[in-house]
């Protein structure tokens, strides 16, 4: 069982669409995040999440909405999508968000395309 | 200034050789600093920490220069295999919280 899991893998939505990714971590991390990678791109930091209280939110448009019920869960919430957001969208976590918090831990990612 | 900076190659190079690859970061107070390995279309994986003291694992070894802001990654004996993406990574201070910033990363391409 990999320690951090992501689902759909794959999503293909309407810009009108509302749909959510989720993220879950058996590692007993206490901050998770969410990374967007477009193609040719470098990792976009979205949002750290540190023990369920949002602690970055990196200028994210609103149509990008996050949820964190508790520490292991992490969502997305989309809607109103643009074809630009079309991207791998990965979530990380990590034991702390200290500079001192070892290494990130990705999922395998959602690739989302929006249409 | 970027604040974590690689050389986006792409490297293509024979079985067998030796390949470096450096980053620069930007800020002094960083804390942690690693090097991931990504290949097409997966998320990356950690390939290793690096340390002050340096350190090596197998064919790989990463040096870390904190006077000069850099850190290295040096590939002995490259194998197919070792075709990707490498990105480095740094836990870096930014705005009083610490945060991992990526690089654009180095593409590897090892030939036959």
């Known amino acids: 069982e990999t320690g951090v899991t992501q689902t759909p893998r794959h999503l293909v939505m309407g810009m009108t669409n509302k749909k959510s990714l989720k993220c879950e971590q058996h590692l007993g991390h206490n901050a998770m995040y969410w990374y967007k990678q477009s193609a040719k791109k470098p990792l976009e930091l979205m949002f750290v999440?540190?023990?369920?209280?949002?602690?970055e939110n990196n200028s994210v448009p609103s149509r990008f909405s996050p949820e964190c019920p508790n520490s292991s869960h992490l969502f997305l919430h989309l809607h109103t999508l643009q074809p630009e957001d079309s991207a791998l969208y990965l979530c990380?976590?990590?034991?702390?968000?200290?500079?001192?918090?070892?290494?990130?831990?990705f999922g395998e990612g959602s690739r989302l395309t929006v249409l | 200034r970027k604040e974590v900076e690689q050389d986006p190659g792409p490297f293509n190079v024979p079985e067998g050789a030796t390949v470096a690859f450096n980053c620069t970061y930007s800020?002094?107070?960083?804390?942690?600093f690693f090097w991931y390995r990504q290949d097409c279309r997966k998320e990356p994986k950690l390939l290793m920490s690096v340390y002050s003291s340096g350190n090596e694992d197998g064919r790989f070894t990463a040096q870390l220069n904190r006077a000069s802001q850099y850190i290295s990654l040096l590939i002995r004996d490259s194998k197919l295999s070792d075709s990707a993406t490498y990105l480095c990574?740094?836990?870096?201070?930014?705005?009083?919280?610490?945060?991992?910033?990526f690089g654009t990363g180095t593409r590897l391409k090892v030939l036959a």
């Open positions: 800020n002094s107070a960083s804390q942690s």
């Open positions: 990380a976590s990590s034991l702390g968000t200290s500079g001192r918090s070892g290494e990130l831990f």
């Open positions: 999440y540190s023990l369920e209280e949002r602690v």
């Open positions: 990574v740094v836990n870096m201070a930014t705005s009083g919280t610490y945060k991992y910033i």
